[in-house]
């Protein structure tokens, strides 16, 4: 399961550069947003710190996005058709399960408070993808009926915990051996202080281990990512706390995990997209100091999100993709008009940050 995990994660995420694209990063070919026609990975050429550069397309990483696409569809399928045998304790929630399944792999099951969770959680894997963002586990929607061969050996389990079998649970792929991560400090002592020219970037190439680069694009990710989703059950958390525990930022993060190998996960997105939205006005503010902190970035990241503003597409490409890959779909419902309307406002503000690093202004 380590090495699958691994594979997958390679796969998507190529390799890393840093990316302050100029506004002409947004003339990038138009893409379908379907299964069958995934957009292409670009990458950058290596740069320092401040200079703007242009983007490249790549052969060889389209064919590593298909990879991870079947890679992704194995998984989903293995996991949609594979008896479970051990439901035990594990993965966060009282109400969750740590499922062992037939063939020896593990996958957390996540049985919400409500179904808005579930969405959330599942709304949030398939933005991720859409992003070309590889450190949200991969995600499949199931119904926990005691009465089906896949559940039928943990009955008794199902029984006692009172979960309903017409409740639509997600399946998450289980990370093996992985640890809790604190926000580093190259990071944290920047965040809050406002945009910054790029001239005045702190990190550049040069003064970085690949490691190190590595990481800190992984964590730029994240920083994009939260701020899109509205997920406020991770590093937002850490700002909140800030008007207690001065040592908040220090600890631990929330949701957030590393793997052996160095990779962050971005673990229980529950929180993010249906709840963050419903509860945005409490949290912006700590949103935003977050997206300040930050004007370096990863390239395709970037290129997948001044696509989804020049197209308008952000709603149709998300609902697209998850009609298309979750059978589920119409039974757990989508977002509201509304929310849908601030996913794009969401997508135009990034790509306003990033172009307003790009000009120092």
């Known amino acids: 399961m380590r090495a699958e995990w691994l594979s997958f994660f390679l796969a998507l995420l190529g390799r890393v550069s840093p990316c302050i694209p100029s506004p002409r990063a947004n003339r990038t070919e138009s893409w379908s947003c379907s299964l069958s026609c995934a957009p292409s990975v670009s990458t950058l050429d290596p740069y320092r710190v401040k200079e703007v550069v242009r983007v490249k397309r790549r052969v060889g990483a389209s064919v590593k996005t298909l990879a991870v696409a079947r890679q992704w569809s194995e998984w989903r399928e293995r996991v949609g058709g594979v008896r479970v045998v051990r439901l035990e304790a594990g993965c966060g929630r009282n109400s969750n399960r740590l499922a062992t399944l037939e063939d ?60 309903s079998p017409d409740a639509i649970v997600s399946l998450t792929q289980w990370v093996p051996n992985a640890t809790r991560v604190s926000i580093p400090a190259q990071l944290r002592k920047h965040m809050g202080a406002g945009v910054r020219p790029v001239s005045h970037v702190p990190w550049t190439s040069e003064n970085m281990t690949s490691g190190d680069l590595s990481e800190l694009m992984q964590w730029t990710d994240l920083i994009l990512f939260d701020y899109l989703t509205a997920n406020f059950d991770r590093v937002a958390n850490h700002l909140f706390n800030l008007q207690w525990d001065r040592r908040a930022m220090d600890r631990a993060t929330n949701n957030l995990l590393r793997t052996t190998e160095g990779h962050l996960v971005f673990i229980d997105n529950e929180a993010g997209l249906v709840h963050g939205y419903r509860v945005l006005d409490r949290w912006e503010h700590f949103h935003k100091a977050l997206l300040n902190s930050t004007c370096v970035f990863r390239g395709l990241t970037v290129q997948r999100l001044m696509e989804l503003k020049r197209s308008r597409s952000a709603a149709q490409c998300l609902r697209q993709v998850y009609r298309a890959r979750e059978p589920l779909a119409q039974e757990l419902g989508f977002l509201s008009e509304a929310q849908l309307v601030t996913l794009q406002n969401r997508v135009d503000m990034l790509c306003g940050h990033v172009q307003q690093c790009s000009t120092g202004t």
């Open 104 to 163: 020896g792999s593990r996958a957390c099951v996540r049985y919400g408070v409500d179904q808005d969770q579930v969405l959330g959680e599942t709304l949030c894997f398939h933005l991720a993808m859409l992003l070309g963002i590889p450190n949200v586990p991969p995600l499949a929607l199931t119904k926990p009926d005691p009465s089906s061969q896949q559940w039928s050996a943990v009955r008794d389990s199902i029984e006692a915990l009172r979960w």
